[in-house]
């Protein structure tokens, strides 16, 4: 395939709403991410658990209106796929909260500063979906049959988190992490919100220096794209429109930054949600087979939109409940 064919293709996928939209849209977030960095990151502060969940509350009230008006302007089917996307995003997230958390930890950084690392992270995973979702639509658009790779990817994916097991692992003992090590100058102590600074100012040899903030960022954007691989998949299984995957992705994220300081201090509440997060994958990996299998005329059966977000829904608050249920009598000191 031709550069030229290729980029005809993202045209003419990525301009299948007017531009006004695409604009409403970046303007939204723009604006959210301008509140962000102007108002809530004005002053560098301790985000407790409680300015955490109103945040969380205002970036998740956000999303589900920007659902509601695509349910209005497009019609019930875009609506329902888009908020089956945003919720399975925003529930694949939360393990990445877990790996964030292991690397604040292991480096390290106050929660003074944390804020600072996870707002350039999202801002940096805007533009990483945009460009793998670009190419996830490219590939679906001419390649029909990868659906069918999606789906068996959704379905492994599903079947190894039901048993594998909560450990993460060392962060010393992660390879991409010791190659950082090697192969670029990191002060050995953070200097506040710095990313970089200037080794002759701090008794180090001349030139930059990166610090420990920035090596947590290298590894936030590495583990937002890790977590790209499965979700973005499971949203193009939902629905192959570029806009809807691009638009439930980026107001996932978009709170993501918010939600991590509460999930952090209650991390262990939510044990047994992704079990339920992993028959959902299984769920959509069989979903997204069966609409190949009957594009192609061999079933003649496909699961509804509806059924889909009901069954996601349901999976999804059951293991919530059941988590919240669960460790109901497990002490929780971190609450501010």
Known sequence: ?????????????????????????FVVVISLLAFDLGVLQKDDHEISVKESLKLSAMYIAMGLLFGAWLWWYRGATSGMEYITGYLIEKSLSMDNVFVIALIFTSLGVPRIYQHRV????????????????????????????????????????????????????????????????KHMRFTSAIHGNLFWVRG??????????????????????????VFAVDSIP????????????????IFAILGLRALYFALAAMVHR????????????????????????????????????????????????????YSLWKTRDEPNDSAK
Request: proline content about 2%; hydrophobic content about 60%.
């Open 270 to 321: 939510f044990h047994y949600l992704k079990y339920a997060l992993a028959v959902v994958l299984v769920f959509i990996g069989i979903k997204v087979g069966l609409v190949y299998l009957n594009d192609i005329q061999l079933v003649a059966f496909k699961i509804p939109t509806l059924v889909s977000l009901v069954v996601t829904f349901g999976l999804l608050l059951s293991g919530v409940l």
């Open 118 to 181: 996870l707002f350039w992270g999202i801002l940096g995973a805007i533009v990483m979906r945009g460009v793998m979702i670009s190419v996830g639509a490219v590939l679906v658009s001419e390649y029909q049959w990868i659906l069918m790779i999606f789906g068996a990817f959704l379905i492994v994916t599903g079947i190894k988190m039901l048993f594998a097991d909560d450990e993460h692992g060392k962060l010393e003992d992660n390879g991409f992490y010791k190659w950082l090590r």
């Open 200 to 225: 002759e100012q701090h008794g180090l040899a001349k030139g930059w220096w990166a610090t420990p903030l920035f090596l947590c960022l290298i590894l936030v954007e590495t583990a937002d794209l």
């Open 234 to 249: 499971a949203i193009f299984a939902i629905t192959q429109d570029p806009f809807i995957v691009y638009t439930s992705n």
């Open 1 to 25: 395939m031709t550069t030229g064919a290729v980029m005809d293709i993202l045209m003419n996928l990525w301009v299948g709403y007017p531009v006004w939209v695409w604009l409403m849209f």
